[in-house]
C-alpha cells in the first residue's frame, strides 16, 4: 500500500491553504501528531510526583513552546507538568463563556510504547498488515469500513501509536494556529490546557482551575470523530492482601496457608458474566488485573465499574461480603481489603444543567461535516474529575480507535474535521454571549 506521500481526502483546511490566503501553512494535526509520537511520554503507576515520569516534562516544555511559536504568548508549563495557555477574544466588548479545551500527554503503558515508528496508509478496506505479523483486520474491527478510501496513521506492530491522546493535543494545536493566523473566524475567550497522568487517574488532580480561568470545558479524549461522550463509569480500585502460613510441604498438613490459593479462590468467586471481556454498553464489571505473591503473602488488584450508581455500591460491599466471609474461613486477618473510589459517572453533573455544552458540540460536528453520537464510556476521562470538581466538561472524539493497543489508529481526514469541528465550538461561545 502506499504511504505517507499519498494521503488522499484534503480537508478544508487544507484547500484553504492551497489558495495562498491566510491558512497557507498551517501544520495539519496529523503531521503533528507525526512528530509527537517521538516522545516517549508513558505514566507510571505508584510515582509520587507529577508528572510521574520525566519523559512527559520533555513533552510538556515541547508543546508550551510550541504554542508559544504560532502565537501563545502566555504558553507555559507550572510545577506540576501542566501545560497552560489562553487565546483572547476577538470579539469587540465580549462577555461570554470562557472554554478550556485539554488533552493529556501521557499515553498508556498497557501495549508497548517505547520507540513507535509512525506512517501514514492509504487504506482501500479490508485488512491491514502493520509489521511483524501484526494485522489490523476488519472482521474484529467492523467500524474500519468506513475508513475505507481514507488515510490512517498506524505504527509498524511494535508499539501502539499514541494517538491517545497526541492526536488531541495536535488537534488543539491546529485549531489554535488556525484561529491566531485568521482573525475574521471568531471566537470567545479560549483556555488551552495539556495535563499529565491521565492514564494513571490523577491527570485532573493538579490541575489549577483558579489559573485555568474557564467556565466549562471540553477534554479531547474520546475516538471516533463526532462522539459527544457526557456518561463514565463510576469507578474504584480493590486492593487485597492475603496472608498466608508457609512451613515445610512435607509436614503441611493442617498448618500451611497458601495465599496465592486464597487469592485464586477469591477470583473465582467473582460472578463470570461480569467480567470485562463479557460485558458491554452500560453494563458495568469486576477486573482482577493483577496478582502477585508466595505462599506467605500475595496481593490482588482488583477494578470495580459501573455506570449506576446503586449498582456501584452494590460491587463494593460484595467485596467487602467476599472478603468478610473469606477471613471467617480462615481467620480473622487473613484478607485485608481496601477500596478506593477512583471517579464518578460525569453525567450526574452534566445533565440536565450543561446541556448546552452537548448541544453546541453537536452542532459543531454537523458543521464539521458528520454526524453526532453519545455512548456511553466505559472507562474515565480527566473530564469526569473536572465535572465533579466544578468544571462540566463533556468529552470529544479525535478521530481515531483501538486506543492503548498495537492495533491503534487515526484518521488523516477525520483529525482535520476534528478541527473545524473546534473552530466551530470557538465561534458558538463567541456568538451566545451571556
Same mark, same amino acid.
Given at each position: 500500500?502506499?504511504?505517507?506521500?499519498?494521503?488522499?481526502?484534503?480537508?478544508?483546511?487544507?484547500?484553504?491553504?492551497?489558495?495562498?490566503?491566510?491558512?497557507?501553512?498551517?501544520?495539519?494535526?496529523?503531521?503533528?501528531?507525526?512528530?509527537?509520537?517521538? =516522545?516517549?511520554?508513558?505514566?507510571?503507576?505508584?510515582?509520587?510526583?507529577?508528572?510521574?515520569?520525566?519523559?512527559? *516534562?520533555?513533552?510538556?516544555?515541547?508543546?508550551?513552546?510550541?504554542? /508559544?511559536?504560532?502565537?501563545?504568548?502566555?504558553?507555559?508549563?507550572?510545577?506540576?507538568?501542566?501545560?497552560?495557555?489562553?487565546?483572547?477574544?476577538?470579539?469587540?466588548?465580549?462577555?461570554?463563556?470562557?472554554?478550556?479545551?485539554?488533552?493529556?500527554?501521557?499515553?498508556?503503558?498497557?501495549?508497548?510504547?517505547?520507540?513507535?515508528?509512525?506512517?501514514?496508509?492509504?487504506?482501500?478496506?479490508?485488512?491491514?498488515?502493520?509489521?511483524?505479523?501484526?494485522?489490523?483486520?476488519?472482521?474484529?474491527?467492523?467500524?474500519?469500513? /468506513?475508513?475505507?478510501?481514507?488515510?490512517?496513521?498506524?505504527?509498524?506492530?511494535?508499539?501502539? *501509536?499514541?494517538?491517545?491522546?497526541?492526536?488531541?493535543?495536535?488537534?488543539?494545536?491546529?485549531?489554535?494556529?488556525?484561529? *491566531?493566523?485568521?482573525?475574521?473566524?471568531?471566537?470567545?475567550?479560549?483556555?488551552?490546557?495539556?495535563?499529565?497522568?491521565?492514564?494513571?487517574?490523577?491527570?485532573?488532580?493538579?490541575?489549577?482551575?483558579? %489559573?485555568?480561568?474557564?467556565?466549562?470545558? =471540553?477534554?479531547?479524549?474520546?475516538?471516533?470523530? $463526532?462522539?459527544?461522550?457526557?456518561?463514565?463509569?463510576?469507578?474504584?480500585?480493590?486492593?487485597?492482601?492475603?496472608?498466608?502460613?508457609?512451613?515445610?510441604? $512435607?509436614?503441611?498438613?493442617?498448618?500451611?496457608?497458601?495465599?496465592?490459593?486464597?487469592?485464586?479462590?477469591?477470583?473465582?468467586?467473582?460472578? %463470570?458474566?461480569?467480567?470485562?471481556?463479557?460485558?458491554?454498553? =452500560?453494563?458495568?464489571?469486576?477486573?482482577?488485573?493483577?496478582?502477585?505473591?508466595?505462599?506467605?503473602?500475595?496481593?490482588?488488584?482488583?477494578?470495580?465499574?459501573?455506570?449506576?450508581?446503586?449498582?456501584?455500591?452494590?460491587?463494593?460491599?460484595?467485596?467487602?461480603?467476599?472478603?468478610?466471609?473469606?477471613?471467617?474461613?480462615?481467620?480473622?486477618?487473613?484478607?485485608?481489603?481496601?477500596?478506593?473510589?477512583?471517579? =464518578?459517572?460525569?453525567?450526574?453533573? !452534566?445533565?440536565?444543567?450543561?446541556?448546552? !455544552?452537548?448541544?453546541?458540540?453537536?452542532?459543531?460536528? /454537523?458543521?464539521? $461535516?458528520?454526524?453526532?453520537?453519545?455512548?456511553?464510556?466505559? $472507562?474515565?476521562?480527566?473530564?469526569?474529575? *473536572?465535572?465533579?470538581?466544578?468544571?462540566?466538561?463533556?468529552?470529544?472524539?479525535?478521530?481515531?480507535?483501538?486506543?492503548?493497543?498495537?492495533?491503534?489508529?487515526?484518521?488523516?481526514?477525520?483529525?482535520?474535521?476534528?478541527?473545524?469541528?473546534?473552530?466551530?465550538?470557538?465561534?458558538?461561545?463567541?456568538?451566545?454571549?451571556?
Amino acid at each position: 500500500m502506499k504511504k505517507e506521500n499519498s494521503v488522499r481526502t484534503e480537508s478544508r483546511e487544507h484547500r484553504m491553504r492551497k489558495g495562498g490566503n491566510k491558512m497557507e501553512n498551517i501544520t495539519r494535526p496529523y503531521e503533528r501528531l507525526l512528530r509527537y509520537t517521538r =516522545y516517549e511520554t508513558a505514566s507510571r503507576e505508584g510515582v509520587e510526583k507529577s508528572p510521574s515520569t520525566d519523559s512527559q *516534562l520533555v513533552f510538556a516544555r515541547a508543546l508550551a513552546e510550541e504554542l /508559544r511559536a504560532i502565537g501563545v504568548g502566555d504558553a507555559a508549563v507550572d510545577e506540576n507538568g501542566y501545560v497552560y495557555g489562553s487565546i483572547p477574544s476577538n470579539v469587540p466588548g465580549w462577555k461570554g463563556t470562557t472554554i478550556a479545551l485539554l488533552a493529556h500527554m501521557d499515553v498508556s503503558a498497557a501495549s508497548p510504547c517505547e520507540n513507535a515508528h509512525p506512517r501514514v496508509e492509504a487504506y482501500a478496506g479490508g485488512d491491514l498488515p502493520l509489521g511483524g505479523g501484526v494485522v489490523l483486520r476488519e472482521s474484529d474491527f467492523p467500524e474500519l469500513s /468506513r475508513y475505507a478510501g481514507k488515510s490512517l496513521v498506524v505504527t509498524d506492530g511494535s508499539t501502539l *501509536l499514541g494517538a491517545d491522546d497526541k492526536a488531541g493535543i495536535a488537534e488543539i494545536m491546529t485549531m489554535a494556529e488556525r484561529l *491566531l493566523r485568521d482573525d475574521t473566524l471568531p471566537r470567545g475567550d479560549l483556555r488551552i490546557c495539556f495535563t499529565p497522568d491521565e492514564e494513571i487517574g490523577s491527570g485532573a488532580e493538579l490541575l489549577d482551575l483558579a %489559573r485555568l480561568g474557564a467556565d466549562a470545558a =471540553y477534554t479531547l479524549d474520546g475516538e471516533a470523530f $463526532g462522539g459527544v461522550e457526557y456518561e463514565t463509569f463510576n469507578a474504584a480500585d480493590a486492593k487485597l492482601r492475603f496472608f498466608g502460613v508457609s512451613v515445610h510441604p $512435607g509436614s503441611a498438613k493442617g498448618v500451611l496457608r497458601n495465599a496465592v490459593l486464597m487469592a485464586a479462590e477469591f477470583i473465582d468467586a467473582l460472578p %463470570r458474566d461480569q467480567f470485562p471481556e463479557t460485558t458491554e454498553g =452500560y453494563e458495568g464489571y469486576f477486573f482482577a488485573e493483577g496478582l502477585a505473591g508466595t505462599v506467605e503473602s500475595a496481593e490482588l488488584h482488583c477494578l470495580i465499574r459501573d455506570h449506576d450508581a446503586e449498582k456501584f455500591a452494590a460491587r463494593k460491599a460484595f467485596l467487602q461480603e467476599l472478603a468478610a466471609k473469606m477471613n471467617q474461613k480462615y481467620g480473622p486477618g487473613a484478607v485485608e481489603l481496601t477500596l478506593t473510589d477512583s471517579y =464518578y459517572n460525569m453525567r450526574e453533573k !452534566l445533565l440536565p444543567a450543561h446541556q448546552d !455544552l452537548i448541544d453546541a458540540a453537536y452542532a459543531a460536528v /454537523r458543521a464539521a $461535516g458528520g454526524q453526532p453520537f453519545s455512548l456511553p464510556v466505559r $472507562g474515565g476521562t480527566d473530564g469526569a474529575r *473536572l465535572s465533579f470538581r466544578g468544571l462540566p466538561c463533556p468529552n470529544l472524539g479525535t478521530g481515531g480507535g483501538n486506543y492503548h493497543s498495537r492495533l491503534e489508529y487515526a484518521c488523516v481526514e477525520d483529525m482535520d474535521r476534528c478541527v473545524d469541528m473546534l473552530v466551530e465550538i470557538a465561534a458558538h461561545y463567541a456568538k451566545n454571549q451571556a
